[in-house]
């Protein structure tokens, strides 16, 4: 599984060429700063709803964390946290954002 999704990130960094980056200089600052900003806004959703439900923060980090929903589910498995609440979250963020996109 681990060498699977090696290659598989291989594969998705070989895509890009020197060449894109060099026309498109600012992509790679945006994608630092939208990455911390989306782990930063997750990390405040899941302190904010852990503090109004009376849930463990841990939960709630992994219930809202960016990831997909398999890999986050296994994530909750192993830390032995509620499963059940992970995979409602992510269901939810998916429906959310396929049914959203749309209108953005």
């Known amino acids: ?7 598989f990130g ?5 895509r890009y060429e020197r060449a894109f980056f060099a ?3 600012m992509f790679i600052p945006f994608a630092l700063r939208n990455s911390s900003f989306i782990l930063i ?8 709803l852990a503090w109004a439900f009376s849930l463990p923060i ?3 980090i992994v219930a809202t964390s960016p990831g ?8 909750a ?3 032995q946290i509620s499963v059940p609440l992970v995979v409602a979250f992510h269901l939810f963020r998916v429906v959310m954002v396929n049914t959203g996109t749309q209108y953005i």
Not at 68 to 75: D, N, P, S, W, Y
């Open 10 to 14: 291989l594969v998705l960094g070989a």
């Open 23 to 25: 026309r498109y200089r």
């Open 41 to 48: 806004a997750s990390l405040i959703a899941a302190a904010a």
């Open 1 to 7: 599984m681990d060498f699977a999704q090696l290659m």
């Open 58 to 60: 841990a939960t709630m």
């Open 77 to 79: 498995q192993a830390l």
């Open 68 to 75: 997909g929903l398999a890999e986050m589910t296994i994530t």
